[in-house]
T-cell receptor
Framework: AQSVTQLGSHVSVSEGALVLLRCNYS??????LFWYVQYPNQGLQLLLK??????LVKGINGFEAEFKKSETSFHLTKPSAHMSDAAEYFC?????????????FGKGTLLTVNP | DAGVTQSPTHLIKTRGQQVTLRCSPK?????VSWYQQALGQGPQFIFQ???????QRGNFPDRFSGHQFPNYSSELNVNALLLGDSALYLC???????????FGQGTRLTVV
């Protein structure tokens, strides 16, 4: 069975500082990995995804993540935080299975950005 | 191009009642998945519909059922509502379950 652990339910950074949100996964097969962002009272928006190929993935709004198989990690980073980055972030894993494609999410990390 | 649309946006029901939530997938998508997001938690997979059939199901009781129509839209039905069913219900669509999943804004269900 697949699972996701997000380390730190709440991360607080200053505007302009590095953002690092941690995600570790467990999967019995090569995983597909995703980061989603959720603003208050909104649905989920895809930031970036790793399927195959290059392990460093760039997404929207300056975010990127690196797939490290040996560490079973997929941490999300952004060099310089902006106030608009304040939101909840979810890491998710999917085991590729043709039409049986479902996401297993972590519990989320709330990012606050201080001026 | 309309994205994934869900209705209603908010709903208040009484324990024991039944509720139906609706979802229209993004144009060109044929697969719909439903997720439950309790307060302070990540979304949990309920089930997925493709070609009008339930293809995969998460760990939810039979009180949760669904349907997919020929136009690919979908309904989630919950019977005998419990207080614990209060949550944000998210619908996600994709193409044949193989592409990126796009999420709707969700339906906030409150059971009192």
């Amino acid at each position: 069975a697949q699972s996701v652990t997000q380390l730190g339910s709440h991360v607080s950074v200053s505007e302009g500082a590095l953002v690092l949100l941690r995600c570790n996964y467990s999967s019995s097969v090569p995983p597909y990995l995703f980061w989603y962002v959720q603003y208050p009272n909104q649905g989920l928006q895809l930031l970036l995804k790793y399927t195959t190929g290059a392990t460093l993935v760039k997404g929207i709004n300056g975010f990127e993540a690196e797939f490290k198989k040996s560490e079973t990690s997929f941490h999300l980073t952004k060099p310089s935080a902006h106030m608009s980055d304040a939101a909840e972030y979810f890491c998710a894993v999917s085991e590729w299975g043709g039409s049986n494609y479902k996401l297993t999410f972590g519990k989320g990390t709330l990012l606050t950005v201080n001026p | 191009d309309a994205g994934v649309t869900q209705s209603p946006t908010h709903l208040i029901k009484t324990r024991g009642q039944q509720v139906t939530l609706r979802c229209s997938p993004k144009s060109g998508h044929d697969t719909v998945s439903w997720y439950q997001q309790a307060l302070g938690q990540g979304p949990q997979f309920i089930f997925q519909y493709y070609e009008e059939e339930e293809r995969q199901r998460g760990n939810f009781p039979d009180r949760f059922s669904g349907h997919q129509f020929p136009n690919y839209s979908s309904e989630l039905n919950v019977n005998a509502l419990l207080l614990g069913d209060s949550a944000l219900y998210l619908c996600a669509s994709s193409f044949r379950g193989k592409s990126e999943a796009f999420f709707g804004q969700g339906t906030r269900l409150t059971v009192v």
